[in-house]
């Protein structure tokens, strides 16, 4: 069986142009691939607002920034976390937080890397649908949050892995203050036009695995538009963490992240955990 972090597996390559793609709906006649896929090398890897020049910063408030990584199963999420952590610890005081329905898999993946100090992991057996322990009763998680803040804090960054789920999935913003939605190519070119809240409503849309767009006849343009065409400005990186481990840009938009949190202004009173960044109430899914 295929796992989602037994893809990142060789050297880091070079990254490619950043650029806005044209607005637009999509033709019928476009959403049907009729030309072998754009090599992922050849394209740009970004669609919409991401800002690389941010850099980090604490909270005002003192409380961590808390970021979601979400999506269905075998979509990255455990290996883009890795590769987050791997760009980020050095700058960052950073910690973990998984979801497994029954095993700590995803945890124990994360310690064996070598990616943070084990103690900064913590994993959650949710025991029920996934997005049930980031969306319905989030109590579990936030007490693993906190525990990490009191072991380890002041913190930068908790990011709060989801386990796989479907399209569906999303966190509460009681628990995050900004969500990354991951889907991957595997699936076909036709999973962003599918929708649901995780593509068209989530802060940042990852599109990865672009590597195996030439084997499963996916047209990452088709994909491109779809995305744009349901996110209207909210951002969309497509990556491909077998070519770029780092995944550099989506460390850029979660430095970004960090740069609005220290620039909003402090909440009158102690954190809470549903304090929600001052960027996300102005403007949801933007960066501000």
């Given at each position: 069986?295929?796992?989602?972090?037994?893809?990142?597996?060789?050297?880091?390559?070079?990254?490619?142009?950043?650029?806005?793609?044209?607005?637009?709906?999509?033709?019928?006649?476009?959403?049907?691939?009729?030309?072998?896929?754009?090599?992922?090398?050849?394209?740009?890897?970004?669609?919409?607002?991401?800002?690389?020049?941010?850099?980090?910063?604490?909270?005002p408030d003192g409380?961590?920034?808390?970021?979601?990584?979400?999506?269905?199963?075998?979509?990255?999420?455990?290996?883009?976390?890795?590769?987050?952590?791997?760009?980020?610890?050095?700058?960052?005081?950073?910690?973990?937080?998984?979801?497994?329905?029954?095993?700590?898999?995803?945890?124990?993946?994360?310690?064996?890397?070598?990616?943070?100090?084990?103690?900064?992991?913590?994993?959650?057996?949710?025991g029920c649908c996934?997005?049930?322990?980031?969306?319905?009763?989030?109590?579990?998680?936030?007490?693993?949050?906190?525990?990490?803040?009191?072991?380890?804090?002041?913190?930068?960054?908790?990011?709060?892995?989801?386990?796989?789920?479907?399209?569906?999935?999303?966190?509460?913003?009681?628990?995050?203050?900004?969500?990354?939605?991951?889907?991957?190519?595997?699936?076909?070119?036709?999973?962003?036009?599918?929708?649901?809240?995780?593509?068209?409503?989530?802060?940042?849309?990852?599109?990865?695995?672009?590597?195996?767009?030439?084997?499963?006849?996916?047209?990452?343009?088709?994909?491109?538009?779809?995305?744009?065409?349901?996110?209207?400005?909210?951002?969309?990186?497509?990556?491909?963490?077998?070519?770029?481990?780092?995944?550099?840009?989506?460390?850029?938009?979660?430095?970004?992240?960090?740069?609005?949190?220290?620039?909003?202004?402090?909440?009158?009173?102690?954190?809470?955990?549903?304090?929600?960044?001052?960027?996300?109430?102005?403007?949801?899914?933007?960066?501000?």
């Amino acid at each position: 069986m295929h796992r989602e972090h037994d893809i990142q597996t060789s050297p880091a390559a070079g990254g490619g142009p950043a650029r806005r793609t044209g607005a637009g709906h999509p033709s019928e006649a476009a959403q049907q691939p009729t030309s072998p896929p754009t090599p992922p090398a050849a394209r740009p890897s970004v669609v919409g607002d991401v800002r690389p020049e941010a850099r980090p910063g604490a909270r005002p408030d003192g409380r961590a920034v808390r970021i979601g990584v979400g999506g269905p199963v075998g979509s990255g999420k455990t290996a883009l976390v890795a590769a987050l952590c791997r760009a980020l610890a050095g700058t960052l005081r950073l910690a973990v937080v998984t979801n497994d329905i029954y095993t700590t898999e995803d945890a124990d993946f994360l310690r064996a890397a070598g990616v943070l100090d084990p103690a900064r992991i913590r994993a959650i057996e949710t025991g029920c649908c996934p997005h049930t322990a980031i969306r319905d009763d989030i109590s579990a998680n936030l007490d693993a949050v906190e525990d990490l803040e009191a072991d380890f804090g002041p913190l930068d960054l908790v990011l709060v892995e989801s386990g796989g789920d479907n399209l569906t999935a999303t966190f509460s913003y009681g628990l995050v203050d900004r969500q990354i939605f991951v889907i991957d190519v595997a699936g076909g070119d036709k999973v962003p036009r599918k929708g649901g809240p995780g593509v068209t409503n989530s802060d940042l849309l990852v599109i990865n695995k672009t590597d195996l767009a030439p084997l499963v006849g996916a047209d990452l343009d088709v994909m491109a538009r779809d995305a744009e065409r349901l996110r209207h400005d909210r951002p969309v990186l497509f990556t491909s963490l077998t070519a770029q481990p780092g995944a550099a840009e989506v460390a850029n938009w979660v430095l970004g992240v960090l740069a609005a949190a220290h620039a909003a202004p402090a909440p009158h009173g102690p954190p809470r955990p549903s304090d929600h960044l001052a960027a996300q109430t102005a403007a949801p899914g933007r960066l501000s």
